[in-house]
T-cell receptor, first 111, second 115 residues
Framework: QKEVEQDPGPLSVPEGAIVSLNCTYSNSAFQYFMWYRQYSRKGPELLMYTYSSGNKEDGRFTAQVDKSSKYISLFIRDSQPSDSATYLCAMSADSNYQLIWGAGTKLIIKP | GAVVSQHPSWVICKSGTSVKIECRSLDFQATTMFWYRQFPKQSLMLMATSNEGSKATYEQGVEKDKFLINHASLTLSTLTVTSAHPEDSSFYIC???????????FGSGTRLTVV
């Protein structure tokens, strides 16, 4: 079993829909949780960075961490075709940032 | 599933010395490997792309004589930071793909500290 599980998709939704992306993990030591967005042939762009449990909101993006369930989510409101990309979750146990990555979910927003 | 092993996880070296970072694909053939650099809480910056058996393609602003990349086999790529300086201290991450249509697999990263 991988330390971090993420459904690779593709996930296809209509424009304007709320998108929910998720990762589960097995290592209870993880404390730092990140979501990256990667467009084709580009490096991953950091979207959200959270420490420990709770919610964090930035514009149309909301990241949730539930450490008791070992489950993290990224919500995208009012989705746009430009949100079409691969979304990767990553997490680490310490500030040395040894990252454990999810496989990435390919998201397609249909106009 | 696809796994990429990156070593070492962290390294401390003296200024002026060279450091080699390895990236191995354990269960697939990595026809293309990517090397990234990341500063704390920032996005990954692509440094170079390497295809097995070919010279690496470096992004603008990345010194190819300083960051030597070797991709001699379908399962191994190395990044050597030559004559390291404190400003080279960073987090280096590799990723690999057999076929871009199937996605990319990332290594766990290497924390380099130059003192």
């Amino acid at each position: 079993q991988k330390e971090v599980e993420q459904d690779p998709g593709p996930l296809s939704v209509p424009e304007g829909a709320i998108v929910s992306l998720n990762c589960t993990y097995s290592n209870s030591a993880f404390q730092y949780f990140m979501w990256y967005r990667q467009y084709s042939r580009k490096g991953p762009e950091l979207l959200m960075y959270t420490y420990s449990s709770g919610n964090k909101e930035d514009g149309r993006f909301t990241a949730q961490v539930d450490k008791s369930s070992k489950y993290i989510s990224l919500f995208i409101r009012d989705s746009q075709p430009s949100d079409s990309a691969t979304y990767l979750c990553a997490m680490s146990a310490d500030s040395n940032y040894q990252l454990i990555w999810g496989a990435g979910t390919k998201l397609i927003i249909k106009p | 599933g696809a796994v990429v092993s990156q070593h070492p996880s962290w390294v401390i070296c003296k200024s002026g010395t060279s450091v080699k970072i390895e990236c191995r694909s354990l269960d697939f053939q990595a026809t293309t490997m990517f090397w990234y650099r990341q500063f704390p809480k920032q996005s990954l910056m692509l440094m170079a792309t390497s295809n097995e058996g070919s010279k690496a393609t470096y992004e603008q602003g990345v010194e190819k004589d300083k960051f030597l990349i070797n991709h001699a086999s379908l399962t191994l790529s190395t990044l050597t930071v030559t004559s390291a300086h404190p400003e080279d201290s960073s987090f280096y991450i590799c990723s690999a793909t057999e076929n871009a249509n199937y996605g990319y697999t990332f290594g766990s990263g290497t924390r380099l500290t130059v003192v």
